[in-house]
């Protein structure tokens, strides 16, 4: 490969660099080449890479690498930012279904804002000090009273690493209740090994975790995250969280080559 082309998108200050892969010109064995497409300083910078490919039933099909270099799970405001990119680029409308690494999503389009579903969830286990559970990506979730000033790259790498998540790792979400239908949340992400300014499995975790503990009884919940704010709306029946909407801007960056 001579010359890349890619867009960026951000979805609240999670950036990410976009490749329309229709052509599959691009090398997804090159770990080392995503890599440095996600470093800031020798490459383009964002938190993660996205090629938007052709699926035989679908609209596109979402393939996600972290900025490690390593395919990763799902990823809810890049899922939102490849929605755009497909809007832009004159794959969909206003609507659309794709396949990512967890299955099939729908997305919606009104503006700059871009409703993504996310799987249900049917399980969510709560311990001692956290709750776990998975929306897509695997997420720690816990309460930190002093979330604006405590050292998130120490506690949340001491928890990704540690037991029981080890090697494989996970996610850790770290929350402060402001209301009954509104949460202060920061995010330690797998993967970019730090903190990015949102996290939209993360956040669709928080939701439903605040939910499952009764920390709330709305079923559309406001998520202040560094980069703004989120919405993550779903429906409650029978210990099945269904219908879950990740709600939030998905913006254009800049294109270019390299």
Same mark, same amino acid.
């Given at each position: 490969?001579?010359?890349?082309q890619?867009?960026?998108?951000?979805?609240?200050?999670?950036?990410?660099?976009l490749?329309?892969?229709?052509?599959?010109?691009? *090398?997804?064995?090159?770990?080392?080449? #995503?890599k440095?497409?996600?470093?800031?300083?020798f490459?383009?910078?964002?938190?993660?890479?996205?090629?938007?490919e052709?699926?035989?039933?679908?609209?596109?099909? !979402?393939?996600?690498?972290?900025?490690d270099g390593?395919?990763?799970s !799902? @990823?809810?405001?890049?899922g939102? @930012?490849?929605?755009?990119?497909?809007?832009?680029?004159g794959?969909i409308?206003?609507?659309?279904v794709?396949?990512?690494?967890?299955?099939?999503?729908?997305?919606?389009?009104?503006?700059?804002?871009?409703?993504?579903? !996310?799987q249900d969830?049917r399980? #969510?286990?709560?311990?001692?000090?956290?709750?776990?559970?998975?929306?897509?990506?695997?997420?720690? #979730?816990?309460?930190?009273?002093?979330i604006?000033e405590? *050292?998130?790259?120490?506690?949340?790498?001491?928890?990704?690493?540690?037991?029981?998540y080890n090697?494989?790792?996970?996610?850790?979400?770290?929350?402060?209740?402001?209301?009954? *239908?509104?949460?202060?949340?920061?995010?330690?992400?797998?993967g970019?090994?730090?903190?990015?300014?949102?996290?939209?499995?993360?956040?669709?975790?928080?939701?439903?975790? !605040?939910h499952?503990?009764?920390?709330?009884?709305?079923?559309?919940?406001e998520?202040?995250?560094?980069?703004?704010?989120?919405?993550v709306?779903?429906?409650?029946?029978?210990?099945?969280?269904s219908?879950?909407?990740?709600?939030?801007?998905?913006?254009?960056?800049?294109?270019g080559?390299?």
């Amino acid at each position: 490969m001579k010359e890349l082309q890619f867009y960026k998108y951000q979805g609240t200050g999670n950036d990410f660099i976009l490749v329309d892969n229709r052509n599959l010109h691009f *090398d997804k064995s090159d770990t080392a080449f #995503v890599k440095h497409l996600c470093d800031r300083r020798f490459g383009i910078g964002a938190d993660g890479l996205i090629l938007l490919e052709n699926h035989s039933d679908l609209d596109f099909r !979402m393939v996600y690498y972290n900025s490690d270099g390593n395919e990763s799970s !799902m @990823c809810g405001n890049g899922g939102r @930012c490849i929605v755009a990119f497909a809007h832009n680029i004159g794959v969909i409308s206003d609507h659309a279904v794709f396949e990512a690494i967890d299955g099939v999503h729908q997305a919606k389009i009104a503006g700059q804002v871009i409703r993504l579903q !996310m799987q249900d969830v049917r399980h #969510v286990q709560e311990f001692n000090d956290h709750v776990f559970l998975n929306t897509g990506s695997p997420h720690h #979730v816990q309460f930190e009273s002093a979330i604006d000033e405590f *050292d998130i790259q120490t506690k949340g790498s001491s928890i990704r690493y540690g037991e029981p998540y080890n090697a494989e790792g996970c996610n850790v979400n770290f929350v402060k209740k402001i209301k009954d *239908d509104k949460f202060r949340v920061r995010t330690y992400e797998r993967g970019v090994e730090g903190e990015t300014l949102s996290c939209g499995t993360g956040v669709t975790a928080v939701a439903i975790a !605040m939910h499952f503990l009764k920390e709330t009884t709305k079923t559309s919940v406001e998520l202040q995250v560094q980069g703004g704010k989120l919405t993550v709306a779903f429906d409650y029946e029978n210990g099945v969280y269904s219908n879950v909407w990740l709600i939030g801007p998905a913006t254009f960056v800049f294109k270019g080559t390299i």
